[in-house]
């Protein structure tokens, strides 16, 4: 094929870290000179069309048209574009991003006898790893996978522990290729810690269960006459009040990308005790940004913090309070690891992120 690369991308999950991470990529890819497109299908925690469009500038943008407002119609649009684009489109690559689009996607493909394009996968967190759902389930999803990833594609994993994980439990008969998430870090501010008596302690997230929000509510109640707990993000009403209501935790409800960061830059520390991840654009801005993060010890989280050089990484409940209350106690450790992480943030860098795409893709 000559010309412009082309690629399209496919995705349901179209908010979150998921929303962040794919617009790096799309951006930096149509800044390199590719031709990009992508098909999404927005949820209620998505941006309105003007800041998809600022996020996505350069991108050509086909959203789920109105009537698809069921689950199953969603991504049976998802689907059928899809099929159409491997038919009759000419794309390099077609860049599945969520479980879901993972999943119509792949079996697009399989319909298809002489596809156009390389399918490429990324879950972004494997959703067999996640504890809110049934033993039974999990593993029935984690059959699925294991049988997605014989189809002929491309895995594109965005951290060394996902991948390891995935060569684990699915039985991989080739590694799969790694694209770790970065950020721009021309926009991370450096941190503005207030450095007085009473540090804040941030969590950055949608309350749910995954992001262990119990966890957080614990320590501040322990910490709350030595720091403040500011969780940044929202959630459902019944979410919200049953784990944080009547909590020595300010929950600012649901934010912008910027005033979250306008948030985040004024944290003396990050509190991140969740479940399971893929890797975490919070905690990347949170480092980028200089600031020390306490966090779980789970996929994605242990790739973007190093263990006593950035912060600490902790095994269970009662290991992460106490790190924290290490942190809370030693203004001088904070400011160490603070500049530790200011100085590595170049690690998150998005330079060069179009190229290192067309390699994942096997495009070279």
């Keep these: 094929m000559s010309g412009a690369r082309r690629v399209l991308h496919v995705t349901e999950a179209f908010g979150g870290g998921v929303l962040v991470v794919l617009s790096e990529i799309a951006r930096a890819q149509s800044s390199a000179g590719w031709v990009v497109e992508l098909l999404y299908a927005p949820r209620r925690e998505s941006p309105n069309d003007d800041i998809v469009k600022r996020m996505f500038a350069g991108v050509r943008l086909r959203a789920t048209p109105a009537r698809a407002i069921g689950a199953f119609s969603r991504l049976w649009w998802l689907f059928s574009q899809t099929r159409i684009a491997l038919k009759r489109e000419r794309f390099d690559?077609?860049?599945?991003?969520?479980?879901?689009?993972?999943?119509?996607?792949?079996?697009?493909?399989?319909?298809?006898?002489?596809?156009?394009?390389?399918?490429?996968?990324?879950?972004?967190?494997?959703?067999?790893?996640?504890?809110d759902k049934p033993r039974a389930l999990r593993w029935f999803?984690?059959?699925?996978?294991?049988?997605?990833?014989?189809?002929?594609?491309?895995?594109?994993?965005?951290?060394?522990?996902?991948a390891e994980m995935a060569v684990r439990m699915l039985q991989l008969l080739r590694p799969p290729?790694?694209?770790?998430?970065?950020?721009?870090?021309?926009?991370?501010?450096?941190?503005?810690?207030?450095?007085?008596?009473?540090?804040?302690?941030?969590?950055?997230?949608?309350?749910?269960?995954?992001?262990?929000?119990?966890?957080?509510?614990?320590?501040?109640?322990?910490?709350?006459?030595?720091?403040e707990f500011v969780w940044i993000g929202g959630g459902d009403d019944a979410t919200v009040s049953g784990w944080l209501e009547n909590t020595p935790v300010t929950v600012t409800g649901w934010v912008t990308a910027t005033a979250a960061r306008d948030l985040l830059a004024s944290a003396d520390l990050v509190f991140f005790p969740t479940l399971w991840e893929g890797m975490p654009m919070a905690l990347i801005e949170a480092q980028a940004m200089g600031i020390p993060v306490v966090a779980s010890n789970v996929v994605g989280n242990r790739d973007v913090v190093l263990d006593g050089v950035t912060g600490f990484v902790c095994d269970g409940q009662d290991a992460l309070v106490e790190c924290l209350r290490l942190l809370l106690f030693d203004a001088e450790l904070r400011?160490?690891?603070?500049?530790?992480?200011?100085r590595l943030r170049d690690r998150f860098s998005s330079e060069d992120l179009a190229s290192r795409s067309a390699r994942a893709y096997g495009l070279g």
């Design 177 to 227: 290729e790694v694209l770790p998430n970065t950020i721009s870090l021309e926009q991370i501010p450096r941190s503005r810690p207030n450095g007085g008596d009473r540090p804040k302690v941030m969590m950055l997230g949608r309350v749910s269960y995954q992001k262990a929000p119990w966890c957080f509510a614990d320590a501040a109640r322990q910490f709350q006459e030595s720091a």
């Design 141 to 162: 999803v984690r059959v699925v996978e294991r049988a997605l990833a014989r189809i002929p594609g491309r895995l594109i994993l965005v951290s060394e522990s996902e």
């Design 335 to 342: 400011r160490e690891l603070s500049e530790n992480s200011w």
């Design 93 to 131: 690559a077609i860049h599945l991003h969520s479980s879901y689009a993972g999943f119509v996607g792949r079996i697009a493909r399989l319909t298809v006898r002489r596809p156009s394009a390389t399918v490429c996968y990324s879950p972004h967190g494997w959703a067999f790893l996640r504890l």
